[in-house]
């Protein structure tokens, strides 16, 4: 792993978390939390950007491409929603015909992430208490 490549990460995870946190406060209902419509929005447009993203790198940028992947792909919009990492990798899945391990892969992130969620929380609770 060389040292630029972690410079471009940490640069690009900084700009995305930012970004990340500069829509869901313009989106977010003032008192309204009945809806998570700032991280739908974020998602949403994450998945977006990642996909134009490829498809710019694929055709306009090839020879530039390890530097600035690191920079927007995994630093941008890794810091901005890792949901668009993971709606590329079912693109993936998908455009190989491999429609089950799509699924799997699908209800196993959602899922396992949720239940990931409350077992840490769980955890955590009965240690403070």
């Known amino acids: 792993m060389q040292a630029m490549a972690l410079v471009y990460v940490m640069m690009g995870g900084a700009i995305?978390?930012?970004?990340?946190?500069?829509?869901?406060?313009?989106?977010?209902?003032?008192?309204?939390?009945?809806?998570?419509?700032?991280?739908?929005?974020?998602?949403?447009?994450?998945?977006?950007l990642m996909g134009a993203w490829i498809a710019t790198m694929a055709h306009w940028l090839p020879e530039r491409g390890r530097d600035?992947?690191?920079?927007?792909?995994?630093?941008v919009l890794g810091g901005f929603t890792t949901f668009s990492t993971f709606s590329l990798d079912i693109f993936y899945l998908f455009e190989r015909g491999a429609i089950t391990q799509a699924a799997i892969y699908i209800l196993s992130s959602v899922i396992c992430s949720v239940l990931a969620l409350v077992l840490g929380m769980f955890i955590v609770s009965k240690i403070i208490n």
Not at 20 to 43: E, H, K, Q
Not at 68 to 75: K, Y
């Open 68 to 75: 600035m992947n690191l920079l927007f792909a995994v630093g």
């Open 16 to 48: 995305g978390s930012m970004l990340r946190y500069v829509i869901t406060v313009l989106i977010a209902r003032p008192g309204d939390m009945t809806f998570p419509y700032g991280t739908l929005c974020v998602n949403i447009l994450g998945s977006f």
